[in-house]
């Protein structure tokens, strides 16, 4: 399964509906895919920029990376099964598409905030130039565990307990980078 082996006619088989019909909407499938996923990416996206950013702004303090632990894992949470579900397409299942390089630039949206963060003169966490590489390895490793647990979602709370412990582990690991 995945974007590369569906068709029009399956999308439109499953969907219940004519092929000339999703073409009266749709030029193609790449046009479809997009229609159905971009809206979940951008607000993906709008999570870690936004988040990430005002920790930036702020630097690695315990109370800001307590509130950004919060205000992630609560947008996070937000996300309905439809959501999670295209989140998990978007990431794993999109080759062939606009979107096959997307789980990279999420991870580069959250490598891009956290250089930043550790920039800061105020900051508890101080990573200089040549130790950048490490934030690439620390943004990608949370993309995967984010993903594994949306994959693997059992309840709310399961995840909320599982998404804030993922995230407390990496803050706090990027602390000890002073």
């Known amino acids: 399964s995945g974007y590369e082996k569906a068709s029009m006619r399956k999308i439109a088989r499953n969907a219940g509906v004519t092929v000339s019909n999703i073409y009266n909407y749709y030029p193609d499938k790449e046009k479809l895919f997009g229609s159905i996923v971009d809206p979940v990416f951008r607000k993906v996206k709008d999570i870690f920029g936004d988040s990430v950013e005002e920790v930036g702004k702020q630097g690695f303090a315990a109370e800001t990376l307590q509130s950004f632990i919060d ?3 609560a947008l996070l ?13 978007i990431t794993e299942k999109s080759r062939g598409t ?3 390089k997307a789980k990279e630039e999420m991870v580069s949206i959250l490598k891009s905030h956290l250089v930043e963060a ?3 003169p105020d900051s508890i966490a101080r990573v200089n130039i040549s ?11 949370y993309i995967d565990g984010l993903v594994r647990i949306l994959k693997d979602y059992r309840s ?4 909320e307990d599982n998404l804030r412990m993922l995230l407390t582990y990496h803050l706090n ?6």
């Open 118 to 120: 550790v920039r800061r």
């Open 98 to 100: 606009g979107y096959e």
């Open 156 to 159: 709310q709370e399961w995840a």
């Open 131 to 141: 130790q950048r590489y490490i934030l690439d390895i620390i943004a990608a490793n």
């Open 173 to 178: 690991g990027m602390k000890s980078l002073a």
């Open 77 to 89: 949470l937000e996300l309905d099964d439809r959501q999670r579900q295209l989140l998990i397409i």
């Open 71 to 73: 205000r992630v894992v």
